[in-house]
């Protein structure tokens, strides 16, 4: 029996974000198509190179993406909506391409081609991660066709170099179950994206590809009847077209799917062993022996080291009776590249962690063990105990205070001190906000002078009172320009944060902070998640300062701006020894710190962001009501403490929030801004059942476009709000923050928002 070791996927953006730093150039007109696709070419053999040198015996092709893996499969298939040229569309044309990525304001080329003016395509994230992708959309009428070629190209690139690899595709039920119909159920199609799917598998046959990885995350997830019917009638025709499919199943448990994935006729299967591990047992009873299985026994989500010995002890008997695959749980895209690159971590906290470089390195020791012995390598082996063992012990784990500050809560801690129609009508006498209030959401760009500050002050080259009055100074400018614009409740516009969670994470205790972790987000947004490893305090007031230097600056009001402990704890790398709710509420109590420090210093308004509260999740149903307790929980822990005159905001974008509307309004928030605008107001029909208690801002323009909607576009947008909600609920917003557009695009945007909430203002004057 033969142990191997394969991946499911490597980071794309590169060690050092090449790959965002090219696309941003191309976007920005600064470098040439061929320019970027060198850069996209080198990026993909080095990985290759890398991935082979540190032993891994199955490589995987096209899981490298200029943007976004399931909008290339969206795009091979021409699901091409009409306003982006439809079936006259080019697949090879990057323009339109990035234009269902990002929108487009131009105004197309000569001959109708290119679009003009465009939205992009809907966004939202990739099941419970904070990888983001662009939902495939198929219109009525709509044919499809394989028209691009890419997982093929990919393939024969690598074969090219040397490199045998195993080609990745995202599989046809899951693409079909993430695609939103226009006037078309998508799984009226499903015969004719199969006959695509048997095309290309013949051809990579024909190129010499001997396996396909074939991706169906969505068996994780509670599957429908015709769902099931689909995938049995999927893989009938699928397994004999062309090279063997092993079939990928991650971020969960196959759980009442393991009978229809076990039948399926199929050559492997890759299963999660992080995030479900008592599954392996039932699939190995389940799935005829002749059928390979890939084991994904170290965290491709997470960045902590694997426990060998208790893998190798768990293994050991089953690698004794049939040949295996060892991989991560999934895609290494969502950790960052390579702990090497980290020269300024704390050394103690360095050696407890693995990013995607260093799970190879451990899938390579796991695989020698078990064909050889471990008498073949006793002094790695040691390492990867002593580390473990130095986590466990480590005294910087545990807060004896924080412990006794938890046990110490009371149900009167989450809770308001009058209803939300009560705190209403004292919000407005103290706020004096007009109908249809205008807001954004927080941020205002972090321009390359804003950047460049800041990293002069990291290095020293400015010093911290230099560094000081740049910020004071961006700081009054954006306050002086809201004023000027006309915007009611203002915000100070975080020049000094780097990053939502970051710059909390870095004020509090129990945190660890990296240099090169980057992990992609979307397109060309990359983030540094914080490294949360130990109990979580506040010692000092946060953001007070910012505040109350902006709130001196103007007679409107300023909203105090924090990040919430639900979106803190999902949009880190939590530690993984105790419960997440337990380390929720450890946050929840250092932001509850800050918000009554805040209302202490004259804050009226408060906005607490969860934009990560839908995201985590979890994808069976059956445990849906357990997280939104805690989650809900902690936010109402984190808010509950404030008077009736502070009204609370919070903010949550691109994810479905329709089946939770219920606990999102138990949260008990004032206002609530969502991101509404790539899906035309379609999140707000939910509203129709749901009578929502409090006030709601739907995101009037998607900022992730480079697109300026004018007023009459926002005033239709509000208008279908008030198809399902009341004009007194009604505040109007962007859909997000504004940290990474340009002034440019940001201040007539605007200026056409606040233009907008006028127009609504005087119409229902008119109708009053």
Known sequence: MTVTVATLGFPRIGPRRELKFALEKFWAGTMTRMELEKTAADLRRANWARQDELGADWLPSNDFSLYDHVLDTSVMLGAIPARYGGERMDPADLETYFAMARGAAGTGDCCGNAPANVTAGEMTKWFDTNYHFIVPEIES???????????????????????????VLLGPITWLSLAKGRGVDPFDLLDDVLGHYAT??????????????????????????????????????????????????????LGDNLGLTASLPVAGLHIDLVRAPDQLGAVVESVPEDRLLSLGVVDGRN????????????????????????????????????????????????????????????????KRVLNHGREV????????????????????????????????????????????????????????????????????????????????????????????????????RAIRWQEEVGLDL??????????????????????????????????????????????????????????????????????GMLTGPVTILNWSFVRDDQPRDETCRQIALAIRDEVLDLEGAGCKAIQIDEAALREGLPLRRRDWQSYLDWAVDCFRLAAAGVGNGTQIHTHMCYSEFNDILPSIGKMDADVISIETARSQMELLEAFAQYRYPGAIGPGVYDIHSARVPDEDEMVALMRLAQTHLRPEQLWVNPDCGLKTRAWKEVKPAIASMVGAARKLRSKAQVGA
């Open 141 to 167: 009428g709509c044919t499809l066709r394989l028209g691009h070629f890419k997982p093929l190209e990919e393939y024969r690139e690598a074969r090219a170099q040397g490199f045998e690899t195993r080609p």
């Open 200 to 253: 290309l598998l013949r051809l990579f046959a024909q190129a010499g590809a001997a396996w396909v990885q074939i991706d169906e995350p969505i068996l994780a997830t509670d599957l429908s009847e015709r769902q099931r019917r689909a995938f049995t009638r999927a893989y009938a025709k699928l397994a004999g077209a062309g090279p063997k499919l092993m079939l990928t199943t991650y971020f969960g448990g």
């Open 303 to 366: 960045v902590w080291r694997t426990d060998i010995a208790s893998l190798i002890d768990r293994l050991a008997p089953l690698a004794a009776e049939r040949d295996l695959v060892l991989a991560p749980s999934c895609s290494l895209l969502h950790v960052p590249v390579d702990l090497a690159l980290e020269t300024r971590l704390d050394e103690e906290v360095r050696q407890w962690l693995a990013f995607a470089v260093q799970k190879i390195e451990e899938l390579d020791l796991l």
């Open 377 to 476: 390598v006793p002094e790695e082996l040691e390492v990867a105990e002593k580390a473990l063992a130095s986590r466990h012990l480590s005294a910087r784990i545990h807060d004896p205070a924080v412990g006794v500050r938890v046990a110490g809560l009371t149900p009167a801690m989450r809770e308001r001190g009058a209803s939300y129609v009560e705190r209403a009508r004292v919000q407005a006498d103290v706020l004096a906000l007009p109908a249809f209030p205008t807001t954004t959401i927080g941020s205002f760009p972090q321009t390359r002078e804003v950047r460049k500050a800041r990293a002069e002050y990291k290095r020293g080259a400015m010093d911290e009172a230099a560094y000081g009055a740049f910020l004071r100074a961006e700081t009054e």
């Open 490 to 559: 203002l915000v100070h516009g975080e020049f000094e944060r780097n990053d939502m969670v970051q710059y909390f994470g870095e004020k509090l205790a129990g945190f660890a902070f990296t240099v090169s972790g980057w992990v992609q987000s979307y397109g060309s947004r990359c983030v540094r998640p914080p490294i949360l490893y130990g109990d979580v305090s506040r010692s000092a007031p946060m953001t007070v300062d910012w505040w109350r230097y902006a709130q001196d600056l103007t007679d409107k009001p300023v909203k």
